[in-house]
């Protein structure tokens, strides 16, 4: 059975999307809602018997209707914690984003909340204590604090905050902070070097489907 299950789900190749719909007649051999139903089956009983959880959709479906095609993410961001009742917002940065942190802090401020933001070097610890191959370091002095958002993620959970913005933590990183995090954490910006942070550039980009074999369609 596991064997099999890794053949799919493959939604990303999907050309019906009847999932989109419900309309089960539809659905595509090797659909999760025909081969993994149990599982289907119990994600849906826990969206319908978690208070918590189905209000964290509710209220997301009623920000997307709300603002779409209106608002940027940030204003939902905020729109979607005044719905939620949040009164204290954790803010864990990437110190390469501090300015962005800072404008992202007052916006939040002003619009009432209280912002507990922590730097993603917090601790400074230094790389090699966490073995990191001296060939990886940047050469940027003697101590180079390693991101830390086991660490961010303690200090926002000391504090109880009620819901954590993600803002520009590195790959990986950002895993670690969205592991620890007890707060529910979403996602302000994603951070792409190379993109000016967008990192959907690449994938509408003829030059990158080059590079990474994308057959555009
Ligand atoms: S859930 Fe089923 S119908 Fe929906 S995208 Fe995946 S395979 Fe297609």
Redesign the pocket.
């Known amino acids: 059975m596991v064997m099999d299950v890794l053949e799919?789900?493959?939604?990303a190749y999907?050309g019906?999307?009847?999932?989109?719909s419900a309309d089960y007649n539809?659905?595509?051999a090797?659909?999760?809602?025909?081969v993994l139903s149990e599982v289907v089956e119990e994600a849906r009983s826990e969206l319908l018997t978690n208070d918590y959880s189905r209000k964290l959709a509710v209220e997301a479906s009623i920000i997307e209707a709300s603002g779409y095609m209106k608002w940027p993410r940030l204003r939902e961001i905020i729109e979607y914690c005044k719905r939620l009742n949040v009164s204290k917002v954790g803010l864990a940065f990437c110190i390469g984003l501090r300015r962005e942190a800072n404008y992202t802090s007052q916006a939040l401020e002003n619009s009432g909340f209280k912002v507990y933001s922590v730097c993603c070097k917090v601790g400074g610890v230094d790389k090699s204590l966490v073995g990191v191959p001296e060939e990886y370091r940047f050469g940027r002095g003697p101590v180079e604090a390693i991101c830390n958002p086991i660490g961010q993620a303690y200090i926002l959970n000391s504090i109880d905050t009620d819901l954590n913005i993600a803002l520009g933590l590195c790959v990986g990183h950002d895993s670690l902070f969205y592991r620890y995090s007890k707060a529910p954490v979403v996602t302000f910006i994603a951070k792409d070097r190379v993109t000016g942070h967008n990192p959907a550039a690449v994938i509408y980009s003829g030059y990158y489907h080059r590079i990474f074999g994308i057959k555009a369609h």
Do not use: D, H, I
């Open positions: 799919f789900p493959r939604c999907c019906v999307f009847a999932c989109y539809r659905l595509p090797n659909c999760p809602m025909k």
